[in-house]
């Protein structure tokens, strides 16, 4: 069994940061892609941004230049570092992953969801 768990999300003023942990945890063999959704009300989901396994990154147009996606493969971790954060960077951020497990099937995986919330 496989878990993504997300921390770091909350309130903040526009024009704040946050940062985003998502650790996976399980019977891991390998991790490839990382990546993060965001979702917000009425609205579909959307890839923010992704980290192949080696290291090759992509962004939404919206937050280049503004967020950061990192990983620590040695604790199984990916990191969203989020600045100059705008209201319509509000919604849910979910953390995604592609993961080899004991059983050598590489199968995607989703974290329950983190809420960002950028307001005055």
């Known amino acids: 069994q496989v878990q993504l768990v997300e921390s770091g999300g909350g309130l903040v003023q526009p024009g704040g940061s946050l940062r985003l942990s998502c650790a996976a945890s399980g019977s891991i063999l390998g991790i490839y892609a990382m990546s993060w959704y965001r979702q917000a009300p009425g609205k579909q989901r959307e890839l923010v941004a992704i980290?192949?396994?080696?290291?090759?990154?992509n962004y939404l147009d919206s937050v280049k230049g503004r967020f950061t996606i990192s990983r620590d493969n040695a604790k199984n971790t990916v990191y969203l570092q989020m600045n100059s954060l705008e209201p319509d960077d509000t919604a849910v951020y979910y953390c995604n992953a592609d993961i080899m497990t004991i059983s050598t099937k590489v199968s995607n995986y989703w974290g329950q969801g983190t809420q960002v919330t950028v307001s005055s």
């Open positions: 980290i192949t396994g080696g290291d090759t990154t």
